[in-house]
């Protein structure tokens, strides 16, 4: 036997067991790791990041495992970065020992044994309930994770349900959707009385939508793919990371962003575009291409605190954030960040402007990396500014969004704000038309003679402000 494979004081347990009829020493290490040597080669599978489960049949134990597709196994029931395999073996003795020892591991990795899972039955292709019937839930299930499903049937329900929801019955949220339902589930974890227990309740999103912009920069960045596989491995694995949360407020009226915001170019073409959806995908490009033909420039100015490092940008200006008068945390919930901005050096820049977008992830969208300096946590929001353009120049620029490089342009500002404030005006050629600010795919504000300018919006079309707060939210995440 190999010396590898004795028995260590460190081993939790080694036996001799029957692997595909061939008899073999087996061990569970300390570290996670199961190891063995079969056909004279040396196996072993970790513990943390292959196993899923087990299950007990008969004299054997079927361990349930997922590889990666680099390790050499390219065939499996899922499209992803992963493809699940079974590994069985049969203990000659202390068949119950194993099972003890595999079961305490993986307890002990601190995984979710209870989710609450919304499935958005509408969004994107309308495909989030194959998903997870097909791809998410039997990946689920080899995990062992008890799940209560709640299929969304309207605009907010997830919010209403987590408003109201007892948060001790879960480990965790899991959004099979776009980025809409998982707005909504901060913005209803945020309206809670106990919202500072609340938002320790870790999300998962596993892309089912339109746009994905926020699964699609947790996984890319440590290079796994944007589909259901990947994410729903990543929740099982059960790490997590935690994430800013904007504030956008007018007066008394708050929305909590995790995504980003934008007016001008951007979110008329978002908004706008809705009219075509019945083109699929193509209708953004498609409307994209007539707004820039058309373009449309916005009077306005936007108001920033710089982070460190950017102070040169734009020109000193006096700014005061509106301060709500206190309110109990029972009464309204989480208020925003108790930060004072009056003090520090405020710039401005004046329009007027193409478009404005404000960032907090890096990708905007599945093939859209709006900001591909943007951090998770870092307190900060990525300002992206385009004013005066030539329109062949937009045009490649749009192209350019796909891999992030349009912020090289001499014609884009790019920086990092810590707070912000956006006076948004109307058209240049047409002053008594306004625009539409759109906030994580939802319409904030809709100004005269704006594409449905008759539908109610939470906020006017006039002054707003945007703050963040460090951390607020907690993610499932892959490792990072």
Same mark, same amino acid.
């Given at each position: 036997?190999?010396?590898?494979?004795m028995?260590?004081?460190?081993?939790?347990?080694?036996?001799?067991?029957?692997?595909?009829?061939?008899?073999?020493?087996?061990?569970?290490?300390?570290d996670?790791?199961?190891?063995?040597t079969?056909?004279?080669?040396?196996?072993?599978?970790?513990?943390? @990041?292959?196993?899923?489960?087990?299950?007990?049949?008969?004299?054997?134990? $079927?361990?349930?495992?997922?590889?990666?597709?680099?390790?050499?196994?390219?065939?499996?029931?899922?499209?992803?970065?992963?493809? $699940? %395999? !079974?590994?069985?073996?049969?203990?000659?003795?202390?068949?119950?020992?194993?099972?003890?020892?595999?079961?305490?591991?993986?307890?002990?990795?601190?995984?979710? @044994?209870?989710?609450?899972?919304?499935?958005?039955?509408?969004g994107? @292709?309308?495909?989030?309930?194959?998903?997870?019937?097909?791809?998410?839930?039997?990946?689920?299930?080899?995990?062992?994770? =008890?799940?209560?499903?709640?299929?969304t049937? #309207?605009?907010?329900?997830?919010?209403?349900?987590?408003? +109201?929801?007892?948060?001790?019955?879960y480990?965790?949220?899991?959004?099979?959707?776009?980025?809409?339902?998982?707005?909504?589930?901060?913005?209803?974890?945020?309206e809670r009385?106990d919202?500072?227990?609340?938002?320790?309740?870790?999300?998962?999103?596993?892309?089912?939508?339109?746009?994905n912009?926020?699964?699609? +920069?947790?996984?890319?960045t440590?290079?796994? $793919?944007?589909?259901?596989?990947?994410?729903?491995? +990543?929740?099982?694995?059960?790490?997590?990371?935690?994430? !800013?949360?904007?504030?956008?407020?007018?007066?008394?009226?708050?929305?909590?962003s995790?995504?980003?915001?934008?007016?001008?170019?951007?979110?008329?073409?978002?908004?706008?575009?809705? %009219?075509?959806?019945?083109?699929?995908?193509?209708?953004?490009?498609?409307?994209?291409?007539? $707004?820039?033909?058309?373009?449309?420039?916005?009077? &306005?100015?936007?108001?920033f605190?710089?982070?460190?490092?950017?102070?040169?940008?734009? =020109? *000193?200006?006096n700014?005061?954030?509106?301060?709500e008068?206190?309110?109990?945390?029972?009464?309204?919930?989480? =208020?925003?960040?108790?930060?004072?901005?009056?003090?520090l050096?405020?710039?401005?820049?004046?329009? *007027?402007?193409?478009?404005?977008?404000?960032?907090n992830?890096?990708? &905007?969208?599945?093939?859209?990396?709006?900001?591909?300096?943007?951090?998770? +946590?870092? &307190?900060?929001?990525?300002?992206?500014?385009?004013k005066?353009?030539?329109?062949l120049?937009?045009?490649?620029?749009?192209r =350019?969004?796909?891999?992030?490089?349009?912020?090289?342009?001499?014609?884009?500002? #790019?920086?990092?704000?810590?707070?912000?404030?956006?006076?948004?005006?109307?058209?240049?050629?047409?002053?008594?038309?306004?625009?539409?600010?759109?906030?994580?795919?939802?319409?904030?504000?809709r100004?005269?003679?704006?594409?449905?300018?008759?539908?109610?919006?939470?906020?006017?079309?006039?002054k707003?402000?945007?703050?963040?707060?460090?951390g607020?939210?907690?993610?499932?995440?892959?490792?990072?």
């Amino acid at each position: 036997m190999e010396n590898d494979q004795m028995i260590s004081p460190t081993d939790i347990i080694t036996g001799i067991v029957f692997i595909d009829g061939e008899l073999a020493m087996l061990t569970l290490t300390a570290d996670g790791e199961l190891r063995w040597t079969e056909y004279g080669l040396r196996q072993q599978l970790s513990m943390k @990041k292959d196993v899923l489960g087990f299950v007990v049949e008969g004299k054997r134990i $079927r361990v349930k495992v997922v590889v990666e597709k680099e390790a050499g196994i390219c065939c499996g029931q899922f499209d992803g970065d992963f493809v $699940r %395999k !079974d590994f069985v073996f049969e203990p000659l003795i202390d068949q119950n020992g194993w099972c003890f020892k595999l079961r305490q591991y993986l307890d002990s990795l601190g995984r979710p @044994k209870r989710l609450l899972v919304f499935v958005n039955p509408f969004g994107g @292709k309308k495909s989030a309930r194959e998903i997870f019937v097909k791809e998410v839930k039997p990946l689920f299930e080899d995990a062992d994770v =008890q799940l209560e499903i709640q299929e969304t049937k #309207y605009q907010l329900h997830a919010k209403e349900f987590v408003k +109201s929801m007892d948060v001790s019955k879960y480990d965790g949220i899991v959004c099979v959707s776009g980025d809409g339902v998982l707005v909504e589930v901060v913005n209803g974890l945020l309206e809670r009385a106990d919202w500072r227990t609340a938002l320790k309740l870790p999300i998962g999103m596993v892309p089912a939508g339109t746009g994905n912009g926020m699964i699609k +920069s947790l996984l890319d960045t440590v290079g796994l $793919r944007c589909c259901a596989n990947s994410a729903t491995i +990543s929740i099982i694995r059960g790490h997590k990371r935690s994430v !800013d949360v904007a504030t956008i407020a007018q007066g008394s009226t708050k929305f909590f962003s995790v995504l980003m915001l934008a007016w001008g170019l951007i979110a008329d073409i978002d908004i706008e575009s809705e %009219k075509f959806r019945w083109m699929g995908s193509a209708r953004i490009d498609f409307y994209a291409l007539q $707004r820039i033909i058309c373009l449309r420039q916005y009077n &306005g100015r936007i108001l920033f605190l710089p982070a460190p490092g950017f102070e040169s940008y734009g =020109q *000193p200006v006096n700014c005061s954030l509106y301060k709500e008068p206190p309110v109990s945390d029972k009464e309204l919930g989480y =208020q925003g960040p108790e930060t004072k901005f009056e003090d520090l050096e405020w710039r401005e820049i004046k329009g *007027p402007f193409v478009t404005v977008w404000l960032h907090n992830v890096p990708w &905007g969208a599945e093939n859209t990396l709006t900001a591909p300096a943007a951090k998770f +946590s870092d &307190g900060f929001l990525d300002l992206i500014v385009l004013k005066n353009c030539p329109k062949l120049v937009l045009l490649s620029l749009m192209r =350019q969004t796909s891999s992030g490089t349009h912020v090289k342009s001499p014609y884009i500002v #790019y920086l990092k704000v810590k707070a912000f404030v956006l006076e948004p005006g109307g058209l240049v050629d047409e002053p008594d038309k306004e625009g539409i600010i759109d906030s994580d795919g939802e319409v904030l504000a809709r100004g005269k003679r704006t594409h449905n300018c008759d539908q109610k919006a939470l906020m006017s079309y006039d002054k707003l402000q945007v703050t963040v707060d460090q951390g607020l939210a907690t993610l499932f995440s892959p490792e990072y």
